[in-house]
Protein backbone atom coordinates (compact mmCIF):
# COMPACT_ATOMS: atom_id res chain seq x y z
CA UNK A 1 0.00 0.00 0.00
CA UNK A 2 1.25 3.39 -1.04
CA UNK A 3 -0.12 6.78 0.41
CA UNK A 4 0.77 9.63 -0.91
CA UNK A 5 -0.44 13.87 0.21
CA UNK A 6 -2.39 15.28 -2.64
CA UNK A 7 -5.72 17.44 -2.22
CA UNK A 8 -8.61 15.41 -2.28
CA UNK A 9 -11.93 17.32 -2.41
CA UNK A 10 -14.95 15.50 -2.49
CA UNK A 11 -17.05 16.89 -4.83
CA UNK A 12 -14.15 17.31 -7.37
CA UNK A 13 -11.87 13.85 -6.69
CA UNK A 14 -11.91 11.62 -9.67
CA UNK A 15 -12.05 8.51 -7.81
CA UNK A 16 -13.19 6.32 -4.32
CA UNK A 17 -13.31 8.78 -1.73
CA UNK A 18 -13.36 8.23 2.38
CA UNK A 19 -14.82 11.23 4.02
CA UNK A 20 -14.15 11.38 7.80
CA UNK A 21 -16.94 12.72 9.73
CA UNK A 22 -16.86 13.91 12.80
CA UNK A 23 -18.19 16.68 13.49
CA UNK A 24 -21.92 18.21 12.43
CA UNK A 25 -20.17 21.32 9.99
CA UNK A 26 -18.79 18.93 7.34
CA UNK A 27 -22.30 18.33 5.68
CA UNK A 28 -21.78 21.07 3.43
CA UNK A 29 -18.67 19.87 1.67
CA UNK A 30 -20.33 16.52 0.93
CA UNK A 31 -21.61 15.68 -2.48
CA UNK A 32 -24.64 14.51 -1.14
CA UNK A 33 -28.59 15.61 -2.21
CA UNK A 34 -30.67 17.25 0.52
CA UNK A 35 -32.27 13.12 0.95
CA UNK A 36 -28.72 11.75 1.08
CA UNK A 37 -27.72 14.27 3.73
CA UNK A 38 -31.47 13.44 5.52
CA UNK A 39 -30.36 9.55 5.05
CA UNK A 40 -27.09 10.24 6.47
CA UNK A 41 -28.22 11.99 9.25
CA UNK A 42 -30.72 9.19 10.18
CA UNK A 43 -27.68 6.57 10.16
CA UNK A 44 -25.03 8.20 12.07
CA UNK A 45 -27.83 9.32 14.62
CA UNK A 46 -28.50 5.69 15.32
CA UNK A 47 -24.81 4.49 15.51
CA UNK A 48 -22.36 7.02 15.20
CA UNK A 49 -19.44 5.11 14.02
CA UNK A 50 -21.73 3.74 11.09
CA UNK A 51 -20.06 3.75 7.62
CA UNK A 52 -22.34 4.70 4.84
CA UNK A 53 -21.76 3.81 1.52
CA UNK A 54 -22.85 5.94 -1.99
CA UNK A 55 -22.11 4.15 -4.81
CA UNK A 56 -21.16 7.15 -7.56
CA UNK A 57 -20.63 4.61 -10.37
CA UNK A 58 -17.71 4.05 -11.16
CA UNK A 59 -16.30 4.82 -7.72
CA UNK A 60 -17.94 4.71 -3.91
CA UNK A 61 -18.16 7.44 -1.47
CA UNK A 62 -17.27 6.51 2.07
CA UNK A 63 -18.74 8.33 4.42
CA UNK A 64 -16.79 7.22 7.89
CA UNK A 65 -18.77 8.44 10.73
CA UNK A 66 -17.53 8.93 13.97
CA UNK A 67 -18.17 10.83 17.42
CA UNK A 68 -15.34 13.22 18.07
CA UNK A 69 -16.74 13.65 21.71
CA UNK A 70 -16.13 9.52 22.75
CA UNK A 71 -12.32 9.25 24.74
CA UNK A 72 -9.63 10.16 22.27
CA UNK A 73 -8.15 6.41 22.89
CA UNK A 74 -11.60 4.75 22.33
CA UNK A 75 -12.61 6.69 19.41
CA UNK A 76 -8.72 6.50 17.59
CA UNK A 77 -9.56 2.61 17.78
CA UNK A 78 -12.96 2.78 16.59
CA UNK A 79 -11.73 4.53 13.49
CA UNK A 80 -9.20 1.55 12.91
CA UNK A 81 -11.66 -0.38 13.24
CA UNK A 82 -13.75 1.55 10.79
CA UNK A 83 -10.58 1.50 8.11
CA UNK A 84 -10.74 -2.23 8.23
CA UNK A 85 -14.37 -2.66 7.59
CA UNK A 86 -13.62 0.27 4.37
CA UNK A 87 -10.95 -1.99 2.91
CA UNK A 88 -13.52 -4.73 2.83
CA UNK A 89 -15.58 -2.88 1.33
CA UNK A 90 -13.18 -1.45 -0.95
CA UNK A 91 -12.18 -4.86 -2.08
CA UNK A 92 -15.87 -6.16 -2.39
CA UNK A 93 -16.10 -3.83 -5.12
CA UNK A 94 -12.83 -4.27 -6.52
CA UNK A 95 -11.72 -1.11 -6.16
CA UNK A 96 -7.62 -0.44 -5.19
CA UNK A 97 -6.91 3.13 -4.58
CA UNK A 98 -8.60 5.80 -2.25
CA UNK A 99 -8.77 9.34 -1.58
CA UNK A 100 -9.03 10.70 2.36
CA UNK A 101 -10.44 13.48 3.31
CA UNK A 102 -13.23 15.11 5.89
CA UNK A 103 -13.88 17.99 7.86
CA UNK A 104 -14.53 18.29 11.83
CA UNK A 105 -11.30 15.80 11.78
CA UNK A 106 -7.76 16.49 13.28
CA UNK A 107 -4.25 14.79 12.19
CA UNK A 108 -4.72 12.05 14.70
CA UNK A 109 -7.62 10.79 13.68
CA UNK A 110 -6.69 10.03 10.13
CA UNK A 111 -3.19 8.46 11.00
CA UNK A 112 -5.60 6.61 12.96
CA UNK A 113 -7.42 5.84 9.79
CA UNK A 114 -4.68 5.48 7.86
CA UNK A 115 -2.92 2.90 10.31
CA UNK A 116 -6.19 0.81 10.47
CA UNK A 117 -6.01 0.31 6.44
CA UNK A 118 -2.14 0.01 6.88
CA UNK A 119 -3.08 -3.17 9.13
CA UNK A 120 -5.92 -4.49 7.83
CA UNK A 121 -5.14 -4.63 4.03
CA UNK A 122 -2.01 -6.82 5.43
CA UNK A 123 -2.01 -10.71 4.14
CA UNK A 124 0.57 -13.23 4.33
CA UNK A 125 0.96 -13.89 0.57
CA UNK A 126 4.16 -15.37 0.42
CA UNK A 127 2.93 -19.09 -0.55
CA UNK A 128 -0.06 -18.08 -2.61
CA UNK A 129 0.26 -18.86 -6.56
CA UNK A 130 -2.22 -16.08 -7.00
CA UNK A 131 -1.45 -12.59 -5.02
CA UNK A 132 -4.70 -11.70 -3.44
CA UNK A 133 -5.99 -8.51 -4.08
CA UNK A 134 -4.43 -5.30 -2.02
CA UNK A 135 -5.09 -1.64 -1.74
CA UNK A 136 -2.94 -0.18 -4.04
CA UNK A 137 -2.64 3.82 -3.52
CA UNK A 138 -3.75 5.57 -0.82
CA UNK A 139 -4.35 9.52 -1.32
CA UNK A 140 -4.32 11.51 1.72
CA UNK A 141 -5.36 15.75 1.57
CA UNK A 142 -2.40 17.07 2.97
CA UNK A 143 -4.02 19.83 4.83
CA UNK A 144 -3.99 16.46 8.19
CA UNK A 145 0.07 15.82 7.82
CA UNK A 146 2.86 16.54 6.47
CA UNK A 147 5.45 14.03 4.07
CA UNK A 148 8.07 14.01 7.18
CA UNK A 149 4.96 12.97 9.63
CA UNK A 150 3.83 10.57 7.17
CA UNK A 151 7.21 9.28 6.89
CA UNK A 152 7.52 8.67 10.39
CA UNK A 153 4.30 6.82 11.06
CA UNK A 154 5.20 4.78 7.03
CA UNK A 155 8.30 3.71 9.15
CA UNK A 156 6.68 2.00 12.06
CA UNK A 157 4.35 0.04 10.09
CA UNK A 158 7.08 -0.76 7.83
CA UNK A 159 8.89 -2.76 11.02
CA UNK A 160 5.23 -4.42 12.07
CA UNK A 161 4.91 -5.37 8.44
CA UNK A 162 7.96 -7.47 8.71
CA UNK A 163 7.49 -8.68 12.50
CA UNK A 164 4.22 -10.51 11.02
CA UNK A 165 6.28 -12.28 8.12
CA UNK A 166 8.97 -13.31 10.35
CA UNK A 167 6.30 -14.81 12.38
CA UNK A 168 4.16 -16.37 9.68
CA UNK A 169 7.58 -17.98 8.49
CA UNK A 170 7.07 -21.62 9.29
CA UNK A 171 10.36 -23.27 10.75
CA UNK A 172 11.26 -24.65 7.67
CA UNK A 173 11.63 -21.26 5.86
CA UNK A 174 13.00 -19.71 8.49
CA UNK A 175 15.40 -21.50 11.33
CA UNK A 176 17.60 -19.28 14.46
CA UNK A 177 20.28 -19.14 11.81
CA UNK A 178 18.17 -17.72 8.91
CA UNK A 179 16.75 -15.31 11.52
CA UNK A 180 19.58 -14.11 12.82
CA UNK A 181 21.28 -13.17 9.12
CA UNK A 182 17.85 -11.17 8.26
CA UNK A 183 18.45 -9.16 11.55
CA UNK A 184 21.84 -8.52 10.52
CA UNK A 185 21.40 -7.29 7.33
CA UNK A 186 18.67 -4.59 8.51
CA UNK A 187 21.14 -3.83 11.05
CA UNK A 188 23.98 -3.12 8.44
CA UNK A 189 21.28 -0.04 6.54
CA UNK A 190 20.38 1.52 10.18
CA UNK A 191 22.64 3.04 13.05
CA UNK A 192 22.58 -0.33 14.73
CA UNK A 193 24.95 -2.99 15.68
CA UNK A 194 24.26 -6.33 15.31
CA UNK A 195 26.39 -9.32 16.78
CA UNK A 196 25.64 -12.78 16.61
CA UNK A 197 26.74 -15.24 18.96
CA UNK A 198 26.78 -19.04 16.86
CA UNK A 199 26.76 -21.97 18.91
CA UNK A 200 30.55 -22.27 20.04
CA UNK A 201 30.08 -19.08 21.46
CA UNK A 202 26.87 -19.86 23.19
CA UNK A 203 28.64 -22.98 24.96
CA UNK A 204 32.02 -20.63 25.85
CA UNK A 205 29.39 -17.96 27.57
CA UNK A 206 28.08 -20.87 29.42
CA UNK A 207 24.24 -20.32 28.62
CA UNK A 208 23.11 -23.86 29.85
CA UNK A 209 19.76 -22.76 29.14
CA UNK A 210 19.28 -21.95 25.04
CA UNK A 211 22.04 -25.25 24.96
CA UNK A 212 19.85 -26.88 26.89
CA UNK A 213 16.81 -26.42 24.77
CA UNK A 214 18.80 -26.82 21.40
CA UNK A 215 20.28 -29.95 22.56
CA UNK A 216 17.06 -32.13 20.43
CA UNK A 217 17.15 -29.70 17.47
CA UNK A 218 19.52 -30.51 14.45
CA UNK A 219 19.17 -26.63 13.89
CA UNK A 220 22.47 -24.18 15.90
CA UNK A 221 20.99 -21.74 17.99
CA UNK A 222 22.08 -18.27 17.81
CA UNK A 223 22.29 -15.70 20.55
CA UNK A 224 21.63 -11.78 18.99
CA UNK A 225 22.43 -8.11 20.20
CA UNK A 226 21.19 -5.78 18.54
CA UNK A 227 22.53 -2.02 19.94
CA UNK A 228 21.02 1.42 19.14
CA UNK A 229 23.13 4.29 20.89
CA UNK A 230 21.80 7.71 19.16
CA UNK A 231 24.58 10.34 20.32
CA UNK A 232 21.48 12.38 21.89
CA UNK A 233 20.38 9.34 24.17
CA UNK A 234 17.98 10.75 27.15
CA UNK A 235 19.50 7.71 28.85
CA UNK A 236 23.21 6.77 29.74
CA UNK A 237 22.00 2.94 30.89
CA UNK A 238 20.53 1.57 28.40
CA UNK A 239 17.16 0.13 27.85
CA UNK A 240 17.54 -4.15 27.49
CA UNK A 241 14.73 -5.69 25.34
CA UNK A 242 14.64 -9.33 25.51
CA UNK A 243 12.37 -11.59 23.21
CA UNK A 244 11.55 -15.08 23.10
CA UNK A 245 12.96 -16.74 19.89
CA UNK A 246 11.75 -20.02 19.84
CA UNK A 247 11.48 -20.42 16.04
CA UNK A 248 9.04 -23.63 16.65
CA UNK A 249 7.86 -25.09 19.63
CA UNK A 250 6.96 -28.97 19.92
CA UNK A 251 6.88 -29.11 23.75
CA UNK A 252 10.31 -31.10 23.24
CA UNK A 253 10.09 -34.34 25.03
CA UNK A 254 6.76 -33.50 26.76
CA UNK A 255 5.54 -32.77 23.38
CA UNK A 256 2.77 -30.96 22.36
CA UNK A 257 -0.63 -33.31 22.12
CA UNK A 258 -3.12 -33.24 19.63
CA UNK A 259 -3.36 -30.10 18.25
CA UNK A 260 -1.60 -27.78 20.86
CA UNK A 261 1.13 -27.50 18.47
CA UNK A 262 -0.31 -25.56 15.63
CA UNK A 263 0.47 -22.19 15.58
CA UNK A 264 4.06 -22.69 17.51
CA UNK A 265 5.77 -21.07 14.50
CA UNK A 266 4.76 -18.19 16.57
CA UNK A 267 6.72 -18.56 19.05
CA UNK A 268 9.37 -15.97 18.20
CA UNK A 269 6.74 -13.42 18.29
CA UNK A 270 8.35 -12.04 21.25
CA UNK A 271 11.90 -11.89 19.65
CA UNK A 272 10.69 -10.56 16.37
CA UNK A 273 9.02 -8.14 18.21
CA UNK A 274 11.48 -6.32 20.20
CA UNK A 275 13.91 -6.32 17.01
CA UNK A 276 11.34 -4.51 15.07
CA UNK A 277 10.71 -2.07 18.16
CA UNK A 278 14.77 -1.42 18.39
CA UNK A 279 15.08 -1.08 14.29
CA UNK A 280 12.03 1.16 14.78
CA UNK A 281 13.53 3.56 17.16
CA UNK A 282 16.69 3.55 14.81
CA UNK A 283 14.46 4.27 11.65
CA UNK A 284 12.82 7.79 13.22
CA UNK A 285 15.98 8.22 15.24
CA UNK A 286 14.34 8.33 18.45
CA UNK A 287 16.68 9.22 21.73
CA UNK A 288 17.42 6.18 23.66
CA UNK A 289 19.75 3.98 23.61
CA UNK A 290 18.47 0.62 23.42
CA UNK A 291 20.06 -2.98 23.13
CA UNK A 292 18.52 -6.13 22.32
CA UNK A 293 19.05 -9.63 23.01
CA UNK A 294 17.65 -12.17 21.48
CA UNK A 295 18.15 -15.95 22.29
CA UNK A 296 17.06 -18.15 19.19
CA UNK A 297 16.80 -22.01 18.93
CA UNK A 298 13.68 -24.20 17.99
CA UNK A 299 12.28 -27.01 20.52
CA UNK A 300 12.45 -30.61 19.32
CA UNK A 301 12.47 -33.99 20.90
CA UNK A 302 15.21 -35.17 18.81
CA UNK A 303 18.68 -37.07 19.48
CA UNK A 304 19.80 -36.17 22.53
CA UNK A 305 17.17 -33.88 23.43
CA UNK A 306 16.74 -32.59 27.39
CA UNK A 307 14.48 -34.16 29.66
CA UNK A 308 12.56 -33.20 32.82
CA UNK A 309 15.12 -33.91 35.37
CA UNK A 310 17.72 -32.55 34.09
CA UNK A 311 19.51 -29.65 35.94
CA UNK A 312 20.83 -26.67 33.95
CA UNK A 313 23.38 -24.06 34.63
CA UNK A 314 22.36 -20.96 33.27
CA UNK A 315 24.61 -18.12 32.17
CA UNK A 316 24.37 -16.34 35.92
CA UNK A 317 25.49 -19.87 37.41
CA UNK A 318 21.66 -20.19 39.01
CA UNK A 319 21.03 -24.08 38.53
CA UNK A 320 17.25 -25.10 37.25
CA UNK A 321 16.01 -28.12 37.53
CA UNK A 322 13.80 -28.79 33.87
CA UNK A 323 10.25 -30.03 34.87
CA UNK A 324 8.74 -30.01 32.01
CA UNK A 325 10.70 -29.39 28.23
CA UNK A 326 7.66 -27.13 26.98
CA UNK A 327 8.75 -24.67 29.60
CA UNK A 328 11.40 -23.70 27.45
CA UNK A 329 10.67 -20.38 26.86
CA UNK A 330 11.54 -19.22 30.11
CA UNK A 331 15.18 -20.96 29.69
CA UNK A 332 16.43 -19.75 27.09
CA UNK A 333 14.81 -15.54 28.48
CA UNK A 334 16.76 -16.74 31.81
CA UNK A 335 20.06 -16.69 30.28
CA UNK A 336 19.35 -13.25 28.18
CA UNK A 337 18.09 -11.47 30.89
CA UNK A 338 21.43 -12.69 33.09
CA UNK A 339 23.00 -11.62 30.16
CA UNK A 340 21.94 -8.46 29.97
CA UNK A 341 22.29 -7.54 33.36
CA UNK A 342 26.05 -8.37 33.55
CA UNK A 343 27.16 -6.87 30.22
CA UNK A 344 25.14 -3.98 29.87
CA UNK A 345 23.89 -2.62 33.58
CA UNK A 346 20.56 -1.49 32.08
CA UNK A 347 18.48 1.01 33.69
CA UNK A 348 15.20 -1.37 32.54
CA UNK A 349 14.54 -4.65 31.54
CA UNK A 350 11.74 -5.44 29.45
CA UNK A 351 11.04 -8.93 27.85
CA UNK A 352 8.26 -9.66 25.23
CA UNK A 353 7.45 -13.46 25.27
CA UNK A 354 4.21 -16.17 23.86
CA UNK A 355 5.49 -17.28 27.37
CA UNK A 356 2.06 -19.47 28.57
CA UNK A 357 -1.38 -21.09 27.87
CA UNK A 358 -1.99 -19.21 31.05
CA UNK A 359 -1.95 -15.76 30.31
CA UNK A 360 -3.93 -16.75 27.00
CA UNK A 361 -6.76 -18.09 29.70
CA UNK A 362 -6.69 -15.29 31.68
CA UNK A 363 -7.35 -12.23 29.11
CA UNK A 364 -8.00 -14.12 26.03
CA UNK A 365 -6.77 -12.40 22.84
CA UNK A 366 -7.35 -8.54 24.08
CA UNK A 367 -4.26 -7.90 25.82
CA UNK A 368 -0.76 -8.11 27.16
CA UNK A 369 -0.48 -10.11 30.65
CA UNK A 370 1.95 -8.15 32.20
CA UNK A 371 4.39 -8.31 35.60
CA UNK A 372 6.50 -6.03 37.03
CA UNK A 373 9.44 -6.26 39.75
CA UNK A 374 11.15 -2.24 41.10
CA UNK A 375 9.91 -0.96 37.78
CA UNK A 376 6.39 0.78 38.83
CA UNK A 377 7.42 4.60 36.96
CA UNK A 378 8.00 3.08 33.85
CA UNK A 379 5.21 0.17 34.19
CA UNK A 380 2.89 2.97 34.44
CA UNK A 381 3.55 5.28 31.71
CA UNK A 382 3.60 1.49 29.81
CA UNK A 383 -0.01 0.86 31.21
CA UNK A 384 -1.11 4.68 29.66
CA UNK A 385 0.78 3.91 25.90
CA UNK A 386 -1.47 1.04 25.82
CA UNK A 387 -4.59 2.59 26.51
CA UNK A 388 -3.43 5.35 24.06
CA UNK A 389 -2.49 2.56 21.49
CA UNK A 390 -5.16 0.15 22.32
CA UNK A 391 -2.12 -2.49 23.14
CA UNK A 392 -3.09 -3.04 26.44
CA UNK A 393 -1.71 -4.40 29.42
CA UNK A 394 -3.42 -6.34 32.42
CA UNK A 395 -1.52 -6.20 35.49
CA UNK A 396 -0.86 -9.80 37.72
CA UNK A 397 0.38 -9.53 41.16
CA UNK A 398 3.87 -10.22 41.65
CA UNK A 399 3.52 -11.16 45.80
CA UNK A 400 6.79 -13.06 46.84
CA UNK A 401 4.14 -16.47 48.30
CA UNK A 402 4.72 -17.26 44.23
CA UNK A 403 8.13 -17.23 44.81
CA UNK A 404 7.90 -20.56 46.55
CA UNK A 405 5.98 -22.40 43.54
CA UNK A 406 9.50 -22.33 42.24
CA UNK A 407 11.78 -23.83 44.68
CA UNK A 408 12.93 -27.31 43.63
CA UNK A 409 14.53 -30.01 45.76
CA UNK A 410 17.32 -30.53 43.74
CA UNK A 411 18.43 -27.04 41.93
CA UNK A 412 18.19 -23.39 42.78
CA UNK A 413 14.61 -23.32 41.09
CA UNK A 414 12.68 -25.37 38.86
CA UNK A 415 11.24 -24.35 35.14
CA UNK A 416 7.59 -24.27 36.59
CA UNK A 417 5.03 -24.52 39.09
CA UNK A 418 1.59 -25.53 40.03
CA UNK A 419 -1.16 -25.81 37.54
CA UNK A 420 -2.26 -22.30 39.15
CA UNK A 421 -1.17 -18.93 38.68
CA UNK A 422 1.24 -20.56 35.72
CA UNK A 423 1.28 -17.15 34.09
CA UNK A 424 2.30 -15.54 37.17
CA UNK A 425 5.07 -17.92 38.14
CA UNK A 426 6.51 -18.30 34.27
CA UNK A 427 7.17 -13.96 35.38
CA UNK A 428 8.68 -14.99 38.69
CA UNK A 429 11.16 -17.65 37.29
CA UNK A 430 12.31 -14.37 34.62
CA UNK A 431 12.61 -11.88 37.50
CA UNK A 432 15.28 -13.80 39.43
CA UNK A 433 17.20 -13.37 36.93
CA UNK A 434 16.61 -9.52 36.45
CA UNK A 435 17.83 -9.47 39.98
CA UNK A 436 17.91 -5.74 41.32
CA UNK A 437 17.34 -4.22 38.13
CA UNK A 438 13.88 -2.46 37.20
CA UNK A 439 11.56 -5.38 35.32
CA UNK A 440 9.24 -5.68 33.13
CA UNK A 441 7.38 -9.42 31.91
CA UNK A 442 5.13 -9.17 28.61
CA UNK A 443 3.32 -12.47 27.95
CA UNK A 444 1.97 -11.97 24.40
CA UNK A 445 0.94 -15.27 24.01
CA UNK A 446 -2.69 -13.97 23.73
CA UNK A 447 -1.89 -11.62 21.05
CA UNK A 448 0.93 -12.48 18.72
CA UNK A 449 -0.79 -14.88 16.32
CA UNK A 450 -4.49 -14.35 16.17
CA UNK A 451 -6.15 -18.18 15.24
CA UNK A 452 -9.18 -16.34 13.23
CA UNK A 453 -9.22 -12.83 11.79
CA UNK A 454 -9.82 -10.29 14.95
CA UNK A 455 -10.79 -6.61 13.89
CA UNK A 456 -8.44 -5.03 11.82
CA UNK A 457 -5.79 -7.88 12.22
CA UNK A 458 -6.08 -10.77 9.53
CA UNK A 459 -5.44 -14.14 10.88
CA UNK A 460 -1.90 -14.72 11.78
CA UNK A 461 0.74 -13.21 13.04
CA UNK A 462 -0.46 -9.73 14.62
CA UNK A 463 2.78 -7.55 15.64
CA UNK A 464 0.71 -6.36 18.49
CA UNK A 465 2.78 -4.62 20.50
CA UNK A 466 5.46 -3.24 18.73
CA UNK A 467 3.17 0.53 18.42
CA UNK A 468 3.34 -0.25 22.14
CA UNK A 469 6.82 -0.32 23.01
CA UNK A 470 7.58 2.34 20.38
CA UNK A 471 5.43 5.26 22.08
CA UNK A 472 6.47 3.66 25.19
CA UNK A 473 9.93 4.83 24.12
CA UNK A 474 8.62 8.31 21.96
CA UNK A 475 7.43 9.01 25.49
CA UNK A 476 9.81 7.56 28.02
CA UNK A 477 11.70 11.43 28.71
CA UNK A 478 9.36 11.53 31.49
CA UNK A 479 10.71 8.29 33.31
CA UNK A 480 14.31 10.39 33.16
CA UNK A 481 13.37 13.25 35.78
CA UNK A 482 14.19 11.28 39.26
N1 LIG B 1 4.94 -21.42 23.73
C1 LIG B 1 4.20 -21.96 24.81
C2 LIG B 1 3.10 -21.02 25.32
C3 LIG B 1 1.96 -20.72 24.39
C4 LIG B 1 0.78 -21.41 24.46
C5 LIG B 1 2.05 -19.66 23.49
C6 LIG B 1 -0.27 -21.10 23.61
C7 LIG B 1 1.00 -19.35 22.65
C8 LIG B 1 -0.17 -20.05 22.72
C9 LIG B 1 5.12 -22.26 25.99
O1 LIG B 1 6.43 -22.62 25.68
C10 LIG B 1 4.52 -23.42 26.74
O2 LIG B 1 4.44 -24.47 26.17
N2 LIG B 1 4.11 -23.18 28.00
C11 LIG B 1 3.54 -24.17 28.81
C12 LIG B 1 4.19 -24.10 30.17
C13 LIG B 1 3.86 -25.24 31.09
C14 LIG B 1 4.50 -26.51 30.58
C15 LIG B 1 4.38 -24.91 32.47
C16 LIG B 1 2.04 -23.89 28.91
O3 LIG B 1 1.65 -22.73 29.01
O4 LIG B 1 1.27 -24.83 28.86
ZN1 LIG C 1 6.64 -24.71 25.32
ZN1 LIG D 1 7.15 -21.85 23.86
Redesign the pocket.
Known amino acids: MQITLEQVSPKEYEGNVVFLYGNEVADRNLPLTKKEIEYLKERRSADAYSIVAFDRMPYHLFVVNFDAYTPANENLEKIRRSADKVVAMLKEVKQDSVGITGEGTIPEEVVAFLEGMMLADYSFDRYKSKTPAHVEHVVVDPVYLKQEELDRSLRLWNRIYWCREWVNLPVADLNAAGFASELEDIAKDLQVKCTVFDKKKIESLRMGGLLGVNKGSVDEPRFVVLEYHPADAINVKPVALVGKG?MY?T?GL?I?PDDYMR??K??MAGAATMASVLFAAADNHLPVHLVALLPMTDNRPGFNAYAADDVLTMYDGTTVEVV?T????RLILADAIAYAVANYSPELVIDAA?????A?RAVGTYGIVAMQQKAENPFNLLKIMGNQVYERIAELPFWNEYDELIKSDVADIKN?GIAQA?AIT?GKFLAHFAKTTPYIHLDI?GVAFFSKKQEYYASGASGYGIRLLYSFLQTYEVTQNK
Do not use: Q
Not at 354 to 358: D, F, H
Open positions: VDGNKEMSDNDAEGTLTGAVCGAA
